[in-house]
């Protein structure tokens, strides 16, 4: 059948960062025969950025040459707890929920998750009077919201920690604006917050959640209408 692209890239000595952009086979040839080769798949076929002049296109894979590597600054965060917000919380993903949410949320998953909480260490909740599903508001420079509590020992004292996986948890109402200078990439690991019992969601919440309703309805119409004709 004549020699392949992943033939002619094995066998080039010079190549060792390759963008795949059209399938994976090729990618998992190369990958099997020349594992010092660092592949990077774009499954939507387009590579984001600027490309070198000497840049090389065979059959849909980008050969870019050696990558750059350089070394940057550390510039700690401007963030700061204070008197007022004496807490850091940092958020993050749970395995069950990585990406799942990205475009519809209708998806079972929700089973192992059904809530964004806000772990407190239990110095932090005895200071406070807070036990194991207390509402909590969550108050920082940029914002607020209302999650329920879960004591943890998972986090240090003075840290508090949440996930984002549900719109109306609202994690990131409260994050900053900071980010990487580098790579902007948004400081989400470090808010100085405030937390303290209240009774309910906070009002953008119970919005969000009628809005929510609304939208739930009009589909549920949409989908019975399709259904009867």
Known sequence: AGETTGDRLIGHPDVDFIILTGGTATGLNILKQRPDVFLAAETGGNVEGSVPDETVVLSGVTIIGKGNLAITEFIPTEERSTRRLPLLLTTGRILSQYNVGAQTRRTENMAWHS??????HPHDAEERGIVDGDWLGITSRAGNTVLRAKVSSRMQPGVV?????HPGSGANVITTDNSDWATNCPEYKVT?????KVSQPSTWQKEFVAFDKKQQRFLRAEQQSEVNH
């Open 192 to 196: 100085a917050v405030q937390v303290e």
């Open 161 to 165: 920690y949440t996930t984002f996986h």
């Open 115 to 120: 809530e964004d909480v806000l772990e407190v």
